[in-house]
């Protein structure tokens, strides 16, 4: 089902999500080798639209036998080229298609905590000229058997399950995502007129404070598939408890239900049923790990169920996701760390989501 509609997948991406035009410098960055046909695609639109694309390639064993062997120094060099990309790069145009996804799950927390905030200046300066507009962006995902496993499913139905959440199945996707963006756009424009979010849910009672702060939208832009809206928080308004009932994976790691406390914007207690140590290292990456840079409800009612990919999971209809550590600037966050997990949670029964009082959302649907 797949193969067929990689023309058109590429045409999203070049024409819709990041708009490449002529003699801007596009970066393709592909991990793995089984996307080619898809990177191939881009390139060559990236060439017909004038720009001038470029394309870098990992493998899943770098990451890793770079954290087993890299010393403290390593871990905390960043080359000139990455730094020369991100500030001179019109468009960065990221696609995985992993052939083991959990090759990091036996790496020591610490060191990956370590390169992360290594790292940290990288994404922030992405995020920072995203913000500006000075530079277009967007992530997507090749289909893999390494994907298509983690989902449960064969590398046909994972192949079907991801051109469906896109859209790819229409005739016109960009149609359908512009649709998406209006209603969208809808509701941010009222949550942009309040001042604070109350969730409450299963083991759930928590408070944020939002004002000042920009609702964003989210269609297809930046992530590929997409479907959510999120802001960043007040930083020191978080207040109450939360409980995270999907798996939650990062880095090739998984905790699994996740019970936070927190108090004045803070992470203050945390434990997680499985995965608890890779919790709280994490948790105790830098300065900015506790605090949330991030709250966000998925609106992609095609993505229903836990795959195992944040790309997909934290876009679920009837879900919102956390996220611990650094903010966007598009929002008006301002926390730093080298950190940013998305931490999913099921809304679907007995949720509801208030802004300033007004219920805006139960049991996984929007009532605005």
């Known amino acids: 089902m797949f193969n067929p509609l990689i023309h058109k997948y590429a045409q999203v991406l070049v024409n819709y999500s990041t708009k490449v035009q002529k003699n801007d410098l596009v970066i393709i960055y592909a991990r793995g080798y089984s996307a080619q046909p898809l990177v191939r695609e881009i390139y060559e639109l990236c060439l017909k639209n004038g720009a001038n694309p470029i394309v870098r390639t990992s493998m ?54 370590k390169r992360s905030k290594a790292t940290h200046p990288i994404l922030s300066k992405r995020l920072e000229r995203s913000a500006n507009g000075d530079m277009r962006w967007v992530i997507a995902d090749y289909p893999t058997n390494a994907l298509a496993q983690e989902a ?25 995502w512009e649709e998406i963006d209006k209603e969208q756009k809808r ?119 836990v795959t195992g990919n944040i790309l997909f999971d934290e876009k679920i209809g009837g879900s919102i996701h956390m996220a611990l550590g650094s903010s966007y600037p598009e929002a008006g966050g301002k926390n730093q760390s080298g950190l940013h997990w998305d931490l999913i949670k099921n809304m679907k029964n007995n949720s509801k989501i208030y802004a300033d009082d007004k219920l805006i959302y139960e049991n996984g649907k929007f009532v605005i």
């Open 60 to 113: 899943d064993e770098i990451a890793e036998t770079f954290i087993k062997y890299a010393s403290d120094e390593q871990l905390e060099y960043i080359d000139e080229m990455s730094k020369i990309e991100v500030e001179t790069a019109d468009v960065m145009i990221f696609i995985g298609a992993p052939s083991n996804i959990k090759n990091m799950a036996g790496a020591s927390p610490s060191k990956i905590a």
């Open 152 to 176: 449960n499913m064969s590398l046909g139905e994972y192949s079907e399950f991801l051109v469906k959440s896109c859209y790819l199945d229409l005739d016109n996707p960009v149609e359908k």
């Open 187 to 305: 509701i941010a424009d009222i949550l942009n007129k309040t001042s604070s979010l109350r969730i409450l849910g299963d083991k759930t009672d928590i408070t944020f404070s939002t004002k000042g702060r920009t609702w964003v939208p989210c269609s297809g832009n930046l992530n590929f598939p997409d479907g959510e809206i999120f802001t960043s928080p007040i930083e020191d308004s978080a207040c109450g408890k939360i409980y995270f009932d999907f798996p939650q994976n990062y880095h090739g790691s998984t905790a699994r239900e996740v019970y936070l406390t927190l108090e004045k914007g803070k992470v203050v207690e945390a434990c997680a049923q499985v995965g608890n140590e890779f919790l709280q290292s994490m948790l105790n990456m830098d300065e900015g790990s506790r605090f949330v840079g991030e709250i966000a409800i998925g609106t992609n009612d095609r993505i229903q169920d």
